[in-house]
């Protein structure tokens, strides 16, 4: 069994930055790849970035574009987005998934969730 743990959510006024962690453990594993979803109410839970295992395949919504980095570090289990920038509309309780293999953009593809991390934007 995996757990993911986020942390690092919070309030911050627009403009402002947060990162947020996400760590993982249970059985020992590799080759995983991580997502970053983020889901306001009454809206859908919704895709923001994912990195895989190397790092070398990273996606990001347009919408984080230059604003959003994921990163990993695969000794301690442990992804990271960093959020810059952050917008008035972007307040949402932030998710981190795992799948094994590739990372991707569909929620769908995700095998192991965390039970999300709440971002506040005052304006």
């Known amino acids: 069994q995996v757990q993911l743990v986020e942390s690092g959510g919070g309030l911050v006024q627009a403009g402002g930055s947060l990162r947020l962690s996400c760590a993982a453990s249970?059985?020992?594993?590799?080759?995983?790849?991580m997502g970053w979803f983020r889901q306001a109410p009454g809206k859908e839970r919704e895709f923001v970035t994912a990195?895989?295992?190397?790092?070398?395949?990273?996606y990001y919504a347009d919408s984080v574009k230059g604003r959003f980095t994921i990163s990993r570090d695969n000794a301690k289990n442990i992804r990271y987005l960093q959020m810059n920038s952050l917008k008035p509309e972007e307040p949402a309780v932030y998710y981190c998934?795992?799948?094994?293999?590739?990372?991707?953009?569909?929620?769908?593809?995700?095998?192991?969730w965390g039970q999300g991390t709440q971002v506040t934007v005052s304006s």
């Open positions: 998934a795992l799948r094994f293999g590739g990372p991707w953009k569909n929620p769908e593809g995700y095998d192991y």
């Open positions: 249970g059985r020992t594993f590799s080759n995983y790849a």
């Open positions: 990195i895989s295992w190397s790092g070398g395949i990273i």
